[in-house]
């Protein structure tokens, strides 16, 4: 009896969330239609493709195809880490990615205080539009911005020492100069777009709050502190999480576009490596094997990070 009753009950239990999902489906019908557009993007452009990292561990010929090619396990994985190269890769790419986890990622939360701050709205709106505008701009553009004022030869900024009686300073082809102009680069490029999801989070945030700090004394600043930071918290940790699935990418045509002879040591980093073996160099099953290590230390940091983040008591992402 006890178990005819317990099968019974797990029955009608199933039974309830089915009956639940397809009352939730009749009455958000209009916004699960919105989100398939979605869902196919994800599936054609992201799931479909995923089958490609099968080549990885064969040696793959475009003639044989994926289904015929030869396996050849962990081999180019192992060709990969004894390869000489994987340590100025790594290096490379886990500095750039910490400067700008460092120097970048907080610049969109101090921006989006103090436009939270300003209460002339025609102000603040012209403001935000002006830094938005950067985030529109190709990086070829933002590299060629970049030669106009930092070259040697007849750069503006060079040519302004040199008016001021100071000597030409190397920009782009000093290496100790290269890592740090190009998380400049990704400042000035995308530190406004960053804005739009932090200033989103703090509409959210009660202005009772805000009342009840004024009450006790706080001024503007310690408002900020303890009642914006603080209502902002998970969202800022969500974008964090998200921001240390992708530290292994520092952006190819970035890096490819303002790379030369001089720094090449300091500006091969995984992208570049992948596109130099896998695209010109045909090396097809190789360069996936570099991606999907990649992608695999991406997906580790997530899963670590989010692990973490629930630990300490918050969402995550997931």
């Not at 740090?180 to 739009?196: H, P, R, S, Y």
Request: proline share 3%; hydrophobic share 50%.
């Amino acid at each position: 009896m006890d178990t005819q009753s317990t099968a019974l009950q797990s029955a009608t239990a199933e039974k309830k969330k089915r009956n639940a999902l397809l009352s939730d489906l009749r009455r958000d019908k209009y916004l699960y239609l919105l989100v398939i557009p979605g869902i196919i993007f994800f599936i054609v452009f992201k799931y479909v493709p995923m089958w490609g990292i099968i080549i990885a561990f064969q040696e793959y010929s475009p003639y044989a195809g994926i289904w015929s090619s030869e396996w050849v396990g962990l081999e180019h994985f192992i060709r990969f880490f004894s390869n000489p190269d994987f340590y100025l890769l790594f290096r490379n790419t886990m500095m750039i990615s910490l400067l700008n986890l460092v120097f970048f990622f907080p610049l969109p939360i101090v921006l989006s205080l103090l436009l939270n701050e300003v209460n002339n709205q025609v102000f603040k709106r012209l403001i935000q539009s002006i830094v938005y505008l950067p985030h529109f701009l190709s990086w070829v553009i933002i590299v060629g911005i970049s030669f106009l004022l930092l070259s040697q030869s007849s750069g503006v900024i060079n040519m302004m020492m040199v008016s001021l009686g100071f000597p030409k300073y190397d920009f782009l082809t000093n290496t100790d100069t290269f890592w740090g102009l190009l998380v400049a680069q990704n400042i000035w490029k995308e530190t406004g777009w960053g804005t739009i999801i932090i200033l989103a989070a703090i509409t959210a945030v009660d202005p009772q709050l805000y009342e009840a700090a004024k009450m006790d004394g706080a001024n503007r600043w310690l408002q900020a502190w303890h009642v914006t930071l603080p209502g902002i918290r998970s969202v800022i940790l969500v974008l964090l999480i998200l921001r240390l699935g992708h530290i292994m990418d520092v952006g190819f045509e970035q890096v490819f576009l303002m790379s030369n002879g001089a720094v090449a040591k300091y500006a091969d980093v995984f992208e570049t490596y992948v596109y130099r073996n896998g695209i010109q160099s045909g090396q097809f099953s190789y360069s996936t094997a570099v991606g999907l290590f990649k992608s695999v230390v991406g997906l580790i940091l997530v899963v670590f990070a989010n692990k973490l983040a629930k630990r300490l008591g918050e969402e995550g992402v997931y």
